[in-house]
């Protein structure tokens, strides 16, 4: 049987055993048969609990027994009457499978060869060198803000925006925790910097902070809900803040807002957020700090000056081009420019949303990104500005195809949660979620032990970034900032292939500044840019 763990043959021989034993007993005296099972069931139910290996064994013990056998027969019943292991719903049991191996330490090889259909349209792989390089380390990082007073080097795979409330407590400490033992950055979601995010102990400095800065303006807001400077000043001035970041849309559910009913805002919450307990908390789908693109960036910069120099910039899903077009225009007109933009694609998302939402609303990622990198490209704007991605990116080659189309970093959140152990139940909107990962439930979030899994997060982001080293070196790379389209290829029918950069048709340095160039651009250039605005968000009709 594939992947049978020894210490599952070894229960099964004591069990064979023990049940041989009962048929004995239970020839003698049913009374035994009885007190035996019961005392074996109450010891292997003490075990669970105590355990703190398998969240699920101490949220279900003995129960999550029978769920550990069928997942270890599921491969061959999903190959021989279900479903491949590679349909991704949302994600595919090959990809959570190589995140926990990569997250345990376990080994992470595949034997026979892809399961792939390589010649299926949209199939990627990037194209590798006869003479591969050598790659002394990776640890690979590059620096945002490098013109400001507190620059910071951050490393190319990090953990996207959870905030605590979507995520339990003990699920912040392991993340925040795993970010310290790596040298990655957390970013902390719009839920604002909880007592969670901080150092849990005197020998920790606490994992490095994004502090993502939404509508609400939690955790610098006034009693109204508008932003307060002197709230901002206290958070963003802290040693673990590095990076601040407005966040205009999400993934999950760009331009829809949110509220988080009252009976959810606990007293721990509350304090995080700045709002009263017991009370609906509401995040509005628009900013009441700005209201163009010129405004963006004048509360952008008055943010970077606020917290002390560090590098500030936002996140957003693409939908209207030219909204985004009228941003790069006021950076031309004003002279401020965001020190990163991290794009969220529309297959990105934690959080639960209407499924409208998830399954029609925004752009994917790879699309967001290269309308983004291209734009700033022709305006002649990117070398001041780092991106970075987010979007169902799981794997070193989710990574190197991400930098090669654009992108400077990438973030992921599913991934790291799959590295705390969810196992994609679905169930992250109920509240019962039965690994710990997604709950407020005391009881349920007991089972996902702090060390153990913080541990784990660390792992898969060292794995991950080891496996990159690899993919690049053989590609004849020293460092993924080297990755550009043509190194990738996709088929884009069954006899045909093109390289990524043939596809994208990438823009020259400045050429959205030459009136005489337009009409040789890609259609959403021609069409778009003219009509964008640096100030409003609306378009010139």
Known sequence: MRGFPMRFLT?????LIFLFSIGVILTIDRGWFVCLLSGFLMLVGIHDVRQTKRSILRNYPILAHFRFFFE???????????EDDTVAAPFSRNQRSIVYQRAKQELDKRPFGTQLDVYQPGYEWINHSISPAKVASADFRITIGPDRDQPYSASVFNISAMSFGALSANAIRALNRGAELGKFMHDTGEGSISAHHRPQSADQAGGDLVWEIGSGYFGCRNPDGTFSAERFIENATQAQVKMIEVKLSQGAKPGHGGILPGAKVSIEIAAAR???????????????????????LEFVERLRVLSGGKPTGFKLAIGHPWEFFGIVKAMLSSGITPDF??????????GAAPVEFTDHVGMPLQEALLLVHNTLVGAGLRSRIKIGASGKIITAFDVARTLSLGADWCNSARGFMFALGCIQSLSCHT????????TQDPLRQRALVVPDKAERVFHFHQNTLKALSEVIAAAGLTHPSQLRPHHISRRVSPNKVELASALLEYLQPEQLLDPAALESLPDVFRTYWPIARAESFHPIH
């Open 11 to 15: 229960l099964l021989i004591v069990s």
């Open 72 to 82: 270890m027969i599921r491969p061959e019943i999903r190959q021989y009457f279900l």
């Open 274 to 296: 700045g709002v009263e307990p017991g009370v609906d908390c509401v995040s509005p789908p628009t900013h009441s700090a700005f209201s163009t693109p010129l405004g963006l």
């Open 341 to 350: 933009i991290v794009v969220d694609g529309a297959e990105g998302g934690t």
């Open 431 to 438: 509240d019962k979620c039965p690994t710990g990962v997604t």
